[in-house]
């Protein structure tokens, strides 16, 4: 079964160090990539998406992801945390041919320290 | 920009009651999904429908119906609201292909007492 980790519920950085947050799937196929940020209170952002293109991919609020195959991953990154970074992340994937469903990880909690 | 929108930030309801949320969206997206959070169980799919009057069992449906009548509207509803249906109820939409991302609305945190 087509599966999503993510490793780590919560993770603590300090102000301006480097935020990582892993993520890993589980296929034979090429999956469709997305990372979300959730808000206290609110509902799922996008942040960004890897549908087969580039495999480094830029998302909004200065966050990247690496598509790699080899290793199954998509981990999330920025260079430099802020406290508006503070929220819960999520990674989700998708297949050809899966009509636009969703698979979730079970999300990591950031928290950024000052 | 896609707007996804819930009918209520937050309902309080007794239990026995049938409960309506709604969701409506304005891309004249094909899919739509109602999904519950709860903490430390992420999201969980409930019902998704990718057309008018199509739907589909997601993971925990029991206790749950959905309508969807028009393409912008999809209506979940809980036949008869019990205390373990107290959640945060999350709506999204999305274009019938693989590639292309959900749209979330902003929820509805839904207490049944």
């Known amino acids: 079964a087509q599966s999503v980790t993510q490793l780590g519920s919560h993770v603590s950085v300090s102000e301006g160090a480097l935020v990582l947050l892993r993520c890993n799937y589980s296929?034979?196929?090429?999956?469709?990539l997305f990372w979300y940020v959730q808000y206290p209170n609110q509902g799922l952002q996008l942040l960004l998406k890897?549908?087969?293109?580039?495999?480094l991919v830029k998302g909004i609020n200065g966050f990247e992801a690496e598509f790699k195959k080899s290793e199954t991953s998509f981990h999330l990154t920025k260079p430099s945390a802020h406290m508006s970074d503070a929220a819960e992340y999520f990674c989700?994937?998708?297949?050809?041919?899966?009509?636009?469903?969703?698979?979730f990880g079970q999300g990591t909690t950031l928290q950024v320290k000052p | 920009d896609v707007k996804v929108t819930q009918s209520s930030r937050y309902l309080v309801k007794r239990t026995g009651e049938k409960v309506f949320l709604e969701c409506v969206q304005d891309?004249?997206?094909?899919?739509m999904f109602w999904y519950r959070q709860d903490p430390g169980l992420g999201l969980r799919l409930i019902y998704f429908?990718?057309?008018?009057?199509?739907?589909e069992k997601g993971d925990i449906p029991e206790g749950y119906s959905v309508s969807r009548e028009k393409k912008e509207r999809f209506s979940l509803i809980l036949e008869s609201a019990s205390t373990n249906q107290t959640s945060m109820y999350l709506c999204?939409?999305?274009?019938?292909?693989?590639?292309?991302?959900?749209?979330f609305g902003d929820g509805t945190r839904l207490s049944i007492l």
């Open positions: 999204a939409s999305s274009f019938l292909s693989s590639n292309q991302p959900q749209h």
């Open positions: 296929s034979s196929v090429p999956p469709y």
């Open positions: 890897y549908t087969s293109a580039a495999t």
């Open positions: 989700a994937v998708s297949y050809s041919g899966n009509t636009g469903k969703l698979i």
């Open positions: 891309m004249d997206h094909e899919n």
């Open positions: 429908s990718y057309d008018v009057k199509m739907k």
